[in-house]
């Protein structure tokens, strides 16, 4: 096999006329499509990564992929072909410079930041969408044009090619020795990348997908923001130790002017767990392009840092409505959904308050259940006025009628002003499975208040709490006293969104959830059971917003019912 084509020798229709580079995923050269009269860029691969024919096969598939996607910040793939045993990639010839030798001592501009951000993590999204996956990103792999413009390459090679040499930190792609007995690296034991820009669970061969590339995305954002690696070390071992173990640097300890929403973002794409980590490049690059928008409009300046204080005060109320209307742009579908399930509590709880109270339909049925529940819990008697003095249910009132909703305003408000849209869309769909899962048992199998059933021995609240105040509650409750308890499943779903996008207060949320959970018994409003199916149904509630979620049918419904703004270019 070859190793190379000659100066002046013709592969197929193409001359080539100069050798532009050469590393670990093949040799590069200038060509001519004698065809079309059109420089372009010939890759050819390393005898290494064709000798294996299924290997090649399968990039092949893939490389077609790639080309169908003609992304203007994707180098375009005209084809992978084969002449005299010469293997090689005919691709767009990108006139610029790498990512590499953009990035300067201290990071790039603000401006110049945002602009290549938010056009590689829109590459990498649409890449993602497609089912194809880089495994290699880092600055080398990352072409910026002379106008601008970023053209990222090499998509799917790294899981074709391979180079029998020692880790190295220079930005060449590596193969490394296989450490333990660790399985998923490739097929001769070999752990495929660039070692400073690997994810932890790519160093630790336990397999990779999408959200490896995010990973990989954090360290070039993040170097892109301080002109430095968050990860180092004197050697690979010592550069792998530092991704397994080590946190970065906070990016505001060097550069005050980087929005903090960004920070955030580059943060939660360097999560070392993978489930906790940032899960979608789209999410990340309309974050990138929402505050792009936000600093050309003049609206930006209360998202940065700065000590001075002028320019802490330049954040004007017009400026912040502004800011705001933008996230509520970006979240119209979520909040239409909440407004949906709202008025149809409202509703819910007209209709059961006539059926019941006016016609007493399902009384009889509930009072039975009320005394299965009773046994159930065996006379459990938090509420007795032994033990729960007017003081300790005063104290239980609060949390059960005001934590709950301090709450849910908290995680909702941190949730909408979270980078992307989807912390925000998966609280508002969890808060509406959460609904759906509680309204049909509601109708169907409606279980007193304890306190309406005199054998629980429980206090009636009304009694303590002043009855008006209940009155005022009560329309906005809804599903509140219900089996499984919606009160208890908010508490879940709230607690659990707060760990799950790793909000500041998740472990205060956590605490507020279990007092929460607590007062519902103490109070004598739900029972046992009400708490025990709460519990498990906020917990499913969860499951299936992030399901749907991933599944992208609501960015579909979106796309259906809201315009949505698809450009990829600032």
């Not at 060449?172 to 020795?177: I, Q, R």
């Not at 407004?339 to 059961?352: K, S």
């Not at 259940?369 to 003095?389: K, M, N, P, V």
Request: with cysteine.
């Amino acid at each position: 096999m070859k190793a190379g084509p000659k100066i002046g020798e013709m592969l197929a229709h193409y001359k080539v006329l100069e050798r532009l580079a050469s590393g670990g995923m093949g040799e590069i050269y200038v060509a001519e499509d004698t065809r079309l009269d059109r420089r372009v860029a010939l890759k050819v691969l390393p005898p290494n990564a064709v000798a294996d024919e299924e290997k090649l096969q399968r990039f092949r598939s893939e490389a077609k992929a790639i080309a169908a996607m003609n992304h203007p910040n994707i180098v375009t793939v005209f084809g992978v072909e084969e002449v005299r045993g010469i293997h090689f990639i005919a691709m767009e010839l990108v006139d610029g410079k790498t990512l590499r030798e953009i990035i300067k001592h201290g990071g790039l501009p603000l401006e110049e930041f945002l602009r290549i951000a938010q056009q590689l993590t829109e590459a990498v999204a649409v890449a993602h969408d497609a089912g194809i996956t880089h495994r290699d990103l880092k600055p080398d792999n990352v072409m910026v044009t002379r106008t601008g413009h970023v053209k990222v390459l090499d998509f799917g090679l790294a899981k074709l090619v391979s180079e029998p040499e020692g880790p190295a930190l220079d930005g060449k792609t590596v193969e490394l020795p296989r450490r333990s007995a660790r399985p998923h690296l490739t097929e001769d034991g070999a752990l495929l990348g660039t070692v400073p820009y690997m994810s932890p669970e790519h160093v630790a061969g336990t397999g990779v997908d999408h959200r490896s590339d995010l990973f990989s995305l954090g360290i070039i954002l993040y170097e892109m923001s301080t002109g430095e690696r968050p990860f180092k070390g004197s050697n690979s071992s010592a550069v792998m130790s530092s991704i397994l173990k080590r946190t970065p640097e906070a990016i505001s300890a060097t550069r005050r002017d980087l929005p903090k929403n960004i920070e955030h973002a580059i943060g939660l794409c360097l999560e070392k767990d993978p489930t906790q980590r940032m899960q979608s490049a789209m999410s990340l690059s309309e974050q990138m392009r929402i505050t792009q928008r936000e600093l050309s409009s003049g609206s930006g300046s209360s998202l940065a840092r700065d000590d001075s204080s002028a320019e802490r005060h330049t954040s004007t109320m017009s400026q912040r409505v502004s800011r705001v209307g933008s996230r509520l742009r970006d979240h119209r579908l979520p909040l239409l959904l909440l407004g949906v399930v709202f008025a149809i509590n409202l509703l819910e709880t007209v209709v059961e308050t006539t059926l019941r109270e006016n016609h007493g339909i399902g009384r009889e049925l509930g009072f039975s259940l009320a005394r299965a529940a009773h046994w159930f819990e065996g006379s459990i008697t938090l509420e007795a006025y032994d033990t729960a003095t007017a003081v300790v249910v005063y104290g239980y009132s609060i949390a059960y009628f005001f934590i709950l909703l301090a709450l849910i305003v908290m995680t909702g408000w941190s949730l909408f002003r979270s980078p992307g849209r989807e912390p925000f869309r998966v609280f508002a769909l969890a808060i509406a499975a959460d609904y759906a899962i509680s309204l049909p048992f509601f109708l169907f199998f409606p279980v007193p208040e304890r306190w309406a059933y005199p054998e629980s021995g429980a206090i009636l609240l009304s009694d303590l709490w002043a009855p008006k105040l209940i009155e005022i509650f009560r329309p906005i409750s809804g599903l509140d006293n219900c089996f499984p308890s919606f009160h208890v499943s908010l508490a879940v779903v709230m607690v659990a969104l707060a760990f799950r996008y790793r909000l500041r207060f998740r472990w205060s949320a956590l605490f507020l959830g279990l007092l929460v959970v607590l007062s519902t018994l103490v109070l004598g409003i739900h029972w046992l059971t009400d708490v025990i199916a709460g519990l498990a149904a906020g917990g499913l509630a969860v499951a299936l917003a992030l399901l749907i979620e991933r599944s992208g049918r609501l960015r579909k419904l979106a796309g259906a019912i809201i315009p949505v703004d698809v450009s990829t270019n600032p």
